[in-house]
């Protein structure tokens, strides 16, 4: 069983750089594609950045300031937010499936209808 456990958000200032930190609990990710997601109030929950088998991927809105990187232990994935504005405001979620879920072709989609195993959420406010 995967379970995944998102952990870094706090309340910061416009400006500032956060990191968030998603573990696996007992074992790595790999055979694993792994993702970012956030969900502002009243919205939907949106792709930030995804890793499979097929490399990186990342949205546009996001791309250039956030990066998305693991531990050498590949159980724990990282998501560096820069330039953080009060768009940014949300919660963010990890999330996993297999590559075959997530990959068209070579690519993969970086959306939440691929990935079935989701972590509880860490909040992330930015003031203005």
């Known amino acids: 069983e995967v379970q995944l456990v998102e952990s870094g958000g706090k309340l910061v200032q416009a400006g500032d750089s956060l990191r968030l930190s998603c573990t696996r609990s007992h074992d790595n990710f790999d055979d694993y594609a792994v993702g970012w997601f956030r969900q502002a109030p009243g919205k939907g929950r949106q792709g930030l950045a995804c890793?499979?088998?097929?490399?990186?991927e990342y949205s546009d809105s996001i791309r250039g300031r956030f990066t998305m990187s693991a531990n050498d232990g590949r159980n724990t994935v990282f998501l560096q937010m820069n330039r953080l504005t009060p768009e940014d405001t949300a919660t963010y979620y990890c999330?996993?499936?297999?590559?075959?879920?997530?990959?068209?072709?070579?690519?993969?989609?970086?959306?939440?209808?691929?990935?079935?195993?989701w972590g509880q959420g860490t909040q992330v406010t930015v003031s203005s």
């Open positions: 890793f499979s088998t097929s490399g990186f």
């Open positions: 999330a996993a499936d297999r590559p075959r879920n997530v990959l068209s072709g070579l690519v993969v989609v970086c959306q939440e209808s691929g990935f079935s195993v």
